[in-house]
């Protein structure tokens, strides 16, 4: 199993700035990911963090907007920019062991609530 | 990855089993049914996932149909604290977790 941190918990943040929000596991997982759930809604896949490469955003995200970084395997992190209230949900970071393990479980983070105003 | 059919929400009385029904009707030989729930404002945790054969681990109890089109996850004695959204999910062994809507399981004292 594995155990992610996100820092911060949970931010009130102004519209028209950005936020950067950190994972950390604290094992080395294969996959990285990042999930937005919006008020009382199920989790939407944001993009896969790549080690090293530009992540994999799924439709309807954009690099501008949600700029992702993966140095190591153990270390994330999402941006979000130019904040606009609409931007106001949990953002959760997600880890996988890899697929050359078999079926795994994923592993989730407790969560970054934002609030925009 | 098969599209999953849950009932929005489910009630069950404490100490007694409650059984959440999942449809995937549409799954394919290779996908395997997981199974996640998300306690309010936690992040999602992994209860357990099968492929054909009914498994069982600590937390409960999956029963999938032969024809692997629907499945049944069992927890055999609800608590207060099971009371949460309960997740099925498809996954043929892409990266991809869709969430669907889930089933919220409230358990009455």
């Known amino acids: 199993s594995a155990v992610i941190s996100q820092k911060p918990s949970r931010d009130i943040c102004q519209r028209g700035t950005s936020l950067t929000i950190q994972c950390q596991v604290d094992?080395?997982?294969?996959?990285m990911f990042w999930y937005r759930q919006q008020p009382g809604q199920s989790l939407t896949l944001i993009a896969t963090?790549?080690?090293?490469?530009?992540?994999?955003?799924e439709s309807g995200f954009v690099i501008d907007k949600f700029p992702i970084s993966r140095p190591n395997l153990t270390f994330s992190t999402l941006t979000v920019s130019n904040m606009s209230p609409e931007d106001s949900s949990i953002y959760l970071c997600?880890?996988?062991?890899?697929?050359?393990?078999?079926?795994?479980?994923?592993?989730f983070g407790q969560g970054t609530r934002l609030t925009v105003v | 990855d098969a599209k999953t059919t849950q009932p929005p929400s489910m009630d069950c009385a404490e100490g007694r089993a409650a059984n959440l029904p999942c449809n995937h009707s549409t799954i394919s030989g290779n996908e395997y049914v997981y199974w996640y729930r998300q306690i309010h404002s936690q992040g999602p945790q992994y209860i357990i996932h099968g492929l054909k054969n009914n498994e069982t681990n600590e937390m409960a109890s999956l029963i999938i149909t032969e024809d692997r089109k629907s499945s049944t996850l069992i927890l055999p004695h609800a608590t207060l604290r099971d009371t949460a959204v309960y997740y099925c999910?498809?996954?043929?062994?892409?990266?991809?977790?869709?969430f669907g809507t889930g089933t919220r399981l409230k358990v009455l004292a």
């Open positions: 999910i498809g996954n043929s062994g892409t990266y991809k977790y869709i």
């Open positions: 094992s080395q997982v294969t996959m």
């Open positions: 997600s880890g996988k062991i890899g697929w050359d393990r078999g079926h795994t479980e994923a592993f």
């Open positions: 963090a790549n080690q090293g490469s530009e992540a994999t955003y």
